[in-house]
């Protein structure tokens, strides 16, 4: 009975899926992945931004040396800018020199002669002269204590002025008085020609024509 219930027993095949038997006759046809449109590469704003974009990008050596000489025209530009103090190039300048409020304190520091600015050369010019006098010691400290009073007393009213004329025109700053105090100080006890970023106000400039971003 066993036997003849196994031979009547009907054979059943798996079925597979026709994908793994069947073979096809053409290849299948790949995917066109499309390419999105790449916005352009932002330009560098420094040297070093510049070199790295150089190196990514492969460039005939014709390319090479016409990058290098932008480049370089490029570093001239943004070092005369800075020399100038010129607003348009803010953004290349030390973060001390940066801002409207921080142009506005230069131009005003640079319209006006102070004590501050001949302190140096006074100096000097008393250590000189005790060594030659020096029986004069006397006399050379009281011209000593006067000149410490009159840069005392002028450095007062330029941070009077510096308070004033920030405030009227940025009444929403965040700079701090303390800080333009300090930075107008010490513009101001610098010989002229050695300020950086150069003095743009000539002695004869107006309220009017301080920190104006002429473009």
Request: aromatic share 8%; hydrophobic share 40%; charged share 30%.
């Amino acid at each position: 009975m066993g036997k003849k219930s196994a031979e009547q027993a009907p054979v059943v095949e798996q079925s597979r899926p026709a994908a793994a038997t069947d073979k096809k006759g053409r290849a299948t046809p790949k995917q066109v992945k499309q390419v999105k449109a790449r916005p352009p590469a932002n330009p560098p704003l420094t040297a070093k931004e510049a070199r790295r974009q150089a190196k990514s990008s492969k460039l005939t050596p014709e390319q090479k040396r016409q990058a290098k000489e932008d480049l370089r025209r490029e570093r001239a530009r943004i070092a005369e800018g800075q020399w100038k103090g010129d607003p348009l190039f803010d953004k290349y300048h030390l973060p001390r020199d940066r801002g409207p409020e921080r142009l506005l304190v230069r131009d005003l520091v640079d319209s006006r002669r102070t004590v501050a600015q001949y302190f140096f050369a006074l100096t000097m010019a008393l250590l000189l002269v005790t060594n030659v006098f020096p029986n004069a010691v006397g006399v050379l400290m009281l011209v000593w204590v006067a000149m410490m009073a009159g840069f005392a007393l002028d450095s007062y009213f330029l941070c009077r002025r510096v308070r004033k004329l920030v405030w009227q025109r940025f009444p929403n700053t965040k700079q701090r008085k303390g800080g333009l105090y300090w930075y107008a100080i010490q513009r101001a006890i610098m010989f002229r020609s050695m300020r950086t970023p150069r003095p743009r106000m000539s002695y004869k400039a107006t309220e009017a024509d301080l920190g104006q971003i002429v473009k």
